[in-house]
């Protein structure tokens, strides 16, 4: 039977949740016509033996690359290699799909052909297990289950790995080229592709159901000091991506990038308002000038309160950083 869809799924010590994460998918109904790839990246722990036992029950769906650790962007390079579906998501084991939305998606990418599908998702709260709809797609009154032009995508739309579902050519046009050994790729995995992208379409139900708010979380502020180096990384290779490509990119999607990149950037100042290390200073000071030399426009950053407090240090050359460190900190902001 022809494979309509490749799930691509990150496991790290995942004993404690992949079942949850595997149980979902074969839920759907539709396991026949998925192709789950579960990239077990130098687990420690029990992950490559279960996932072995899924194997065995579901050797037709459901295969494994054991790996040495190589973090998240490894395993969606190895998955892409051996992508045999027609289409191809990333799923991370810690979360999960709304199975009966599952095969409605399945069920769609069957019977169409498109290069890019963009669903809602949910924010599953790690503490309580409520539940937020997220609808992160400014649609500008363009209907669900039509395709468009790629033009047409919202300039407001911004793209979040949950929301997206690729044409697995789209993916194998891009290549192996997220970086290795570092977090925060997902939103590599969310601009470089639209460099191929033709066409699109919305569809109005969650599949994704994303787990929030638990602390080791990559998106843990605590997690994001720690890291804030691989998250720089990130940045700077997006920033690459867009000065090399901008002209090859209809103006919409050079927005829409633009708009995701700013995020990223107003995240890593985030970072450096967070910390009360005596190099944060400094920190802030060199990403500054970098990021004005690199684009000036993003440099500029995204409107808000936030950013007003980053303008005002920036005039001042930061003579007023720890106190401002100190008054953003107990506000929580």
């Not at 799930?7 to 010590?13: D, F, L, P, T």
């Not at 998955?79 to 998606?105: F, H, M, P, R």
């Not at 669900?144 to 697995?168: A, G, N, R």
């Amino acid at each position: 039977m022809e494979k309509i869809l490749t799930i691509s799924i990150a496991a790290y010590n995942a004993e404690s949740d992949i079942s949850r994460c595997l149980d979902s998918l074969i839920n759907s109904g539709v396991l026949e016509k998925l192709d789950v790839v579960v990239v077990n990246d130098g687990s420690k722990d029990q992950t490559s033996k279960i996932v072995k036992e899924y194997v065995e029950k579901y050797k037709d769906s459901i295969h494994m690359i054991d790996k040495e650790n190589g973090g998240h962007g490894s395993t969606i390079n190895s998955s892409i290699k051996v992508a045999e579906g027609k289409y191809y998501k990333i799923l991370d084991s810690d979360d999960w799909v709304d199975s009966n939305n599952l095969a409605k998606l399945v069920c769609y990418l069957e019977a169409n052909n498109v290069d890019l599908v963009l669903n809602p998702y949910h924010e599953v709260a790690y503490s309580d297990h409520s539940v937020k709809k997220m609808v992160e797609m400014e649609r500008n009154q363009l209907e669900y289950e039509i395709k468009y032009d790629i033009k047409k995508l919202s300039e407001k739309c911004v793209l979040f790995m949950h929301s997206l579902t690729f044409k697995t050519d789209v993916i194998k046009k891009m290549g192996s080229i997220i970086d290795e050994h570092c977090f925060y790729v997902d939103m590599e995995y969310s601009i470089f592709p639209m460099l191929y992208v033709r066409d699109f379409v919305y569809l109005d139900y969650s599949v994704y159901q994303y787990l929030l708010g638990s602390q080791t979380q990559s998106m843990n502020i605590q997690n994001m000091i720690k890291r804030r180096e691989q998250h720089l990384k990130v940045i700077k290779r997006l920033i690459e991506f867009y000065n090399n490509n901008e002209s090859k990119l209809c103006i919409n999607l050079r927005n829409i990038i633009r708009l995701r990149i700013k995020y990223a950037v107003y995240q890593q100042y985030k970072i450096y308002f967070s910390m009360s290390e005596k190099n944060a200073l400094l920190e802030v000071k060199k990403f500054d000038s970098w990021l004005k030399k690199a684009n000036l426009d993003l440099y500029s950053g995204v409107s808000g309160r936030f950013m007003k407090i980053i303008n005002l240090n920036r005039k001042t050359n930061y003579a007023f950083f720890t106190l401002t460190v100190k008054i953003l900190n107990k506000a929580n902001i």
